[in-house]
């Protein structure tokens, strides 16, 4: 009897393009890892004695257009087709998307050809992605998540202005850098509020008690105001009515986390670190609105930080551990490497938040030692993760 032949293993590229969280996840933590070293070398340096250019504006496009959307993307492509019913982005489509991403990079990093270039190049991933994006979600008749694609669409034309007014155009960047994170915020207060309380309800389930409150009219409530007053933040920051509107929607947050019963995960850091996350976006919420109010005792900066090292770097650390674990066949626990991930990002968060309360003689140590736990909690998830994104999904 002739015995038949296992089936054949599929290439890495087959793999690694196969979804869209493997590139992204993986090459977008290399790039947090890497980007903010170099950022703090111009920092501490000084622009003048480093051989690149990786000032404060550079900085904030990267964190905001390079590391944030890789992010994103590799989330909704994963997460789309879940929603649409639809196939996946994969394979050659994917790879091209993951080249142009990269040639973004490349670009802003060494500001290739002609003045225009740049611009044209970095652009083009966000304005590929909204388009597909767009694509899948009125192929599948799934309008419930139109919104999500307008928001991809806010982010390509916050990062075309941004390109805009590094060209001396009269275009504020500052208010477009505030576009890029407010942006990025509203996404993560929608798509939180819908994982965070599942995720929790599934976990509670296996163990009995009070589930997470439903979603509800107040969580509606709590959307539209803060969306409200993202807006007025980004359009007017220091007015007090943006900052008493950011106040009410940290409130408001703070509850709506309570609401889900994060109390109740402790003791599962895969679960509680979404909790942590959302609770850095009410966090940055009040510590923006207490800015407005009195800049001298709550610096904006602490705001900003809490926003981007706390909301952004701790929840997509947060969501990457958990898709990744969850689409490569694993079990949904966080492991020793796991936890370190959560332990050096939000450490580099606290760390980071608290600087600009201090002396400003220490300020910059602490940014150093800041960025060293951010790159390591990054460096950390593609060493620990690198075997779930690059080798093929375990067999049920």
Not at 36 to 50: E, H, I, M, N, T
Not at 137 to 143: H, Q
Not at 291 to 317: C, E, K, N, Q, Y
Not at 321 to 345: D, E, M, N, Q
Request: hydrophobic share 60%; glycine share 8%; charged share 10%.
């Amino acid at each position: 009897m002739t015995a038949i032949p296992p089936p054949a293993r599929p290439s890495f590229a087959a793999t690694f393009f196969s979804m869209g969280f493997r590139p992204f996840f993986f090459l977008g933590s290399l790039w947090a890892a890497l980007a903010v070293p170099l950022w703090v070398a111009s920092y501490v340096l000084g622009p003048a004695d480093v051989p690149f250019d990786a000032g404060v504006a550079w900085h904030a496009h990267e964190m905001i257009f390079g590391y944030g959307v890789a992010i994103i993307a590799g989330f909704l492509m994963t997460a789309i087709p879940n929603w649409t019913r639809r196939a996946p982005i994969a394979g050659a489509m994917l790879a091209a998307l993951t080249l142009i991403w990269i040639a973004g990079r490349i670009a802003m990093f060494v500001h290739v050809g002609p003045i225009w270039l740049t611009p044209i190049i970095d652009a083009a991933f966000l304005v590929c992605l909204a388009a597909l994006i767009w694509r899948e979600v009125i192929g599948g008749k799934n309008a419930r998540n139109l919104k999500v694609a307008a928001v991809v669409t806010a982010l390509a034309a916050a990062n075309i202005a941004f390109h805009i007014a590094q060209k001396g155009q009269p275009i504020m960047p500052d208010m477009v850098l505030r576009i890029g994170m407010g942006v990025i915020l509203a996404l993560i207060l929608l798509i939180g509020g819908r994982i965070i309380p599942n995720f929790t309800r599934n976990w509670l389930m296996q163990r009995g008690g009070a589930m997470p409150a439903p979603y509800a009219r107040f969580d509606a409530v709590t959307l539209i105001w803060s969306s409200l007053a993202i807006a007025a933040w980004v359009i007017a920051p220091e007015h007090l009515g943006s900052a008493g509107a950011m106040l009410i929607a940290g409130l408001l947050n703070l509850v709506r986390l309570a609401r889900w019963r994060f109390w109740a995960t402790v003791s599962e850091p895969i679960v509680l670190i979404l909790h942590i996350g959302y609770a850095w976006a009410a966090i940055a919420f009040l510590l923006l609105g207490l800015s407005g109010f009195d800049p001298a005792g709550f610096p904006r900066l602490a705001g900003i930080h809490a926003l981007g090292t706390g909301t952004i770097g701790v929840m997509t650390l947060a969501v990457m551990t958990r898709a990744t674990l969850g689409h490569s066949g694993r079990a949904l626990k966080a492991g020793p490497g796991t936890v370190l991930i959560y332990v050096l990002v939000v450490s580099a968060a606290l760390l980071r938040v608290a600087t600009p309360f201090l002396a400003a003689s220490i300020q910059p140590t602490l940014t150093i030692i800041a960025a060293i736990f951010w790159s390591l909690a990054f460096l950390s998830f593609a060493t620990v993760y690198a075997p779930y994104l690059l080798r093929p999904r375990l067999a049920k």
